[in-house]
């Protein structure tokens, strides 16, 4: 039987197609989805636009325009607050459900304690979400009908695009609260690129991508304070051609926080981040290597 959750989340992800994938890259937007359901506001003791303080708003629409370069974007509809995707699909806080949860499910994670598991406690301002416990069934039909079928569609663009070019690059792209990019010397990151400490991207890559956002005048750190979730780690393995980059954007740069409205500087940041990605692609062959520059 067809469960309500997936009338409201119809479709409960969308993957935008190039007309010929012409490039071994996959952009993948795990948390702009907006879509918040009278059921779930009901359920929530917050109101839509405190949910909203962990929906990464408009990546989505930052990173469509790097579908015109010949590569496909995935976009979840459904918002991190209600199913984060970037976490294992049973990373479960038993003091949120009740019932019992399956004995394979991760109830002792860093990011569970923290609030922040597969189906969260808080939002990202450290608001409890819900009113009262969920029953444990509603946990398993959101990781069932949402989350297993969104990375079971990443998995196969990312299949994909390995068996036709030799090799995948991941990008999952994300935003950030300006307040979490402070820093004691009082330097703010424009982006954060996360690789898992290298261990989930090709260094060379890394580097192209750093150095082509540094040329269009943005500040960026690696790996801290974000070195790239579930899926980065999951999705990176080098040694098999497989390569994952989190890339995260300050809100602060293309959105006002509070009101949550973008700013006139949207769609120039939009164009570099496309620009960013041509220059990339355009330094690297088939094996993750510069391209040899003719002498002049």
């Known amino acids: 039987m067809r469960p309500v959750i997936a009338d409201e989340f119809d479709p409960p992800f969308a993957v935008i197609e190039p007309d010929g994938q012409t490039i071994p890259f996959v ?21 839509a636009m405190a949910l909203r303080r962990s929906e990464d708003a408009f990546v ?23 199913l984060d995707l970037n976490r294992e699909p049973y990373e479960l806080d038993s003091r949120m459900f009740d019932g019992r949860l399956p004995p394979f499910a991760n109830t002792r994670s860093m990011r569970v304690a923290g ?10 301002d450290g608001q409890e979400i819900y009113r009262s416990r969920l029953p444990v069934e509603e946990a398993l039909r959101r990781i069932e009908w949402l989350y297993k079928p969104y990375h079971r569609m990443l998995r196969q663009l990312v299949r994909r695009t390995a068996q036709v070019f030799g090799h995948a690059v ?16 009082g330097a703010k990151a424009d982006i954060v690129l996360g690789d898992r400490y290298g261990t ?41 051609g497989r390569h994952a980059l989190q890339i995260e954007i300050n809100r602060a740069l293309y959105m006002d926080e509070r009101s949550m409205q973008k700013k006139p500087g949207f769609a120039s940041l939009s164009h570099d ?11 690297i062959d088939g094996e993750l290597t510069v391209r040899p520059i003719a002498a002049e």
């Open 27 to 47: 952009f993948n937007v795990p948390h702009s989805g907006a879509i918040y359901p009278a059921s779930f506001l009901a359920a929530s003791r917050l109101d």
């Open 60 to 82: 989505d629409e930052l990173f469509a325009p790097a579908v015109g370069l010949g590569a496909p974007l995935m976009t979840a509809h459904f918002p991190r607050a209600y």
């Open 115 to 124: 609030g922040l598991g597969t189906i969260p406690r808080i939002v990202a």
């Open 170 to 185: 991941l990008i999952d792209c994300h935003s950030m609260p300006s307040s979490s990019v402070s820093r004691e010397d």
């Open 200 to 240: 989930s991207c090709a260094t060379l890559l890394v580097n192209l991508v750093e150095a082509a956002l540094r040329e269009r005048g943005y500040t960026v750190l690696r790996n801290k304070p974000y070195a790239g979730g579930f899926i980065t780690e999951h999705y990176g393995e080098p040694a098999l």
């Open 273 to 283: 981040l496309t620009r960013v990605f041509a220059q990339v692609i355009a330094e």
